[in-house]
């Protein structure tokens, strides 16, 4: 059994910024690639970014030069620091865990960024 669960959301102004944060725990032997994907209201789920176990990035051109992800290995957490916030931005924000043994999703956070 392997449990990812995000924190960090909330409601915040435009240009404003968040830190989301994700721990994965359980049956664990090994995650290979941690991610952030999120959702809003009427669309489909959407890659945010990614970051391998070597620390290789990716990011939806969409959030580029905006949203930096960040990983901690040995703790098993990754956390995706938001900048320069913007309406289009709000979202369910869900965590991704792509383990050996499978690939396990958080329950998903919301972020709202409006005045």
């Known amino acids: 059994q392997v449990q990812v669960v995000e924190s960090g959301g909330g409601l915040v102004q435009p240009g404003g910024s968040l830190r989301l944060s994700c721990a994965a725990s359980g049956s664990i032997f090994r995650i290979e690639t941690m991610g952030w994907y999120r959702q809003a209201p009427g669309k489909q789920r959407e890659l945010v970014t990614t970051i391998t176990r070597g620390g290789s990035t990716n990011y939806a051109d969409s959030v580029k030069g905006r949203f930096t992800i960040s990983r901690d290995n040995a703790a098993n957490t990754v956390s995706l620091q938001m900048n320069l916030l913007k309406p289009g931005d709000t979202a369910v924000y869900y965590c991704?865990?792509?383990?050996?043994?499978?690939?396990?999703w958080g329950q998903g956070t919301q972020v709202t960024v409006s005045s």
């Open positions: 991704n865990a792509d383990c050996v043994v499978g690939s396990y």
